[in-house]
């Protein structure tokens, strides 16, 4: 099992450029990707960003040129660094994690943190 617990985020003004951080922990080992995806009332969840252990990103459309994906494997943390929001980006963003197992894959989630851009 792993768990994952988000921070950062909040009110931002458009134009912003909060960053947020995640931790991971307990079975730590098992984790080949690390990322972000996002949320708004009535929509799907939505890939915002991911990286994999070998160090290979993909971002949504939204998100490239604009957020950076980052991890830390020694402290087990991801980051999301986010310029240039907009309103539409006003969303709960939620910490994700795959691990690889011999059963298949397994994904966790974190409980999200709120981003709200207004002026």
């Known amino acids: 099992q792993v768990q994952l617990v988000e921070s950062g985020g909040g009110l931002v003004h458009p134009g912003g450029s909060p960053k947020l951080s995640c931790a991971a922990s307990?079975?730590?080992?098992?984790?080949?990707?690390m990322g972000w995806y996002r949320q708004t009332p009535g929509n799907e969840r939505e890939l915002v960003a991911t990286l994999t252990n070998s160090g290979r990103t993909e971002y949504a459309d939204f998100a490239r040129g604009r957020f950076i994906v980052s991890r830390d494997r020694a402290e087990n943390t991801v980051a999301l660094q986010m310029n240039r929001l907009e309103p539409d980006d006003t969303a709960v963003y939620y910490c994700?994690?795959?691990?690889?197992?011999?059963?298949?894959?397994?994904?966790?989630w974190g409980r999200g943190t709120q981003v709200t851009v207004s002026s």
């Open positions: 994700y994690a795959a691990a690889f197992m011999k059963w298949g894959r397994d994904d966790y």
């Open positions: 307990g079975n730590t080992i098992t984790i080949a990707i």
